[in-house]
């Protein structure tokens, strides 16, 4: 079983709709999670996280943690062409960071 | 705050030969990391600096592989005797490492192609 899964892609959804990501994780230590952002060729960059149950909201991304369930997700509101990208989920225990494979998200206009 | 940063950007080389990328850490961030990213993957954690104290290596990381941090600044991770299935891109990260909201930053990434 791999340490963080995400759900398979590619998430193909029209301009202006939600985007759903889901992920989880194995290791109930991990303290803290991630959500990244990779457009093709570049490095990731960070979008948001969080470390407390429940909701987190920043502009039009909310990232949502259960940790009972062990279960991270990241909802990408009012979708546009821009956020087409390969999202990363990335777990945090002590330190180093424990990323799924990614789910491509593309935006159709 | 200009980021983190790595050289080169992109590197080719032959098989067998030796190769160093160079990654210089966000300002007053102690913590450094190394990864590494296959097509179609997530990074995968190569090794952790706490200042210049190397304190985790993965069994990625294997006797060809070094890395160094000296004075906790920038780091280097050389790559000697380089195979074929060294080429993917080697990306390093650096933070604060303050408490649960400690967040790492991604520089650019060496992308390397070992031919």
């Known amino acids: 079983q791999k340490e963080v899964e995400q759900n398979s892609g590619p998430l193909s959804v029209p301009e202006g709709a939600i985007a759903s990501l889901n992920c989880t994780y194995s290791?109930?230590?991990?303290?803290?999670f991630f959500w990244y952002r990779q457009y093709s060729g570049k490095s990731p960059e960070l979008i948001m996280f969080?470390?407390?149950?429940g909701d987190k909201e920043d502009g039009r991304f909310t990232a949502q943690l259960n940790k009972a369930s062990q279960y991270v997700s990241l909802l990408i509101r009012d979708s546009q062409p821009s956020d087409s990208a390969t999202y990363l989920c990335a777990v945090r225990g002590d330190y180093k960071l424990s990323f799924g494979a990614g789910t491509t998200v593309t935006v159709r206009a | 705050d200009t980021g983190v940063s790595q050289n080169p950007r992109h590197k080719i080389t032959k098989r067998g030969q030796n190769v160093t990328f160079r990654c210089d850490p966000i300002s007053e961030h102690n913590r450094l990391y190394w990864y590494r990213q296959t097509l179609g993957q997530g990074p995968e954690f190569l090794t952790y600096?706490?200042?210049?104290?190397?304190?985790?290596k993965s069994r990625l990381l294997s006797d060809r592989f070094s890395a160094e941090r000296p004075k906790g600044s920038f780091s280097t991770l050389e790559i000697q005797r380089t195979e074929q299935g060294d080429s993917a891109m080697y990306l390093c990260a650096s933070s604060d490492g303050q408490g649960s909201t400690d967040t790492q930053y991604f520089g650019p990434g060496t992308r390397l192609t070992v031919l």
């Open positions: 290791d109930r230590g991990s303290q803290s």
């Open positions: 969080i470390y407390s149950n």
């Open positions: 600096f706490q200042n210049e104290a190397q304190l985790e």
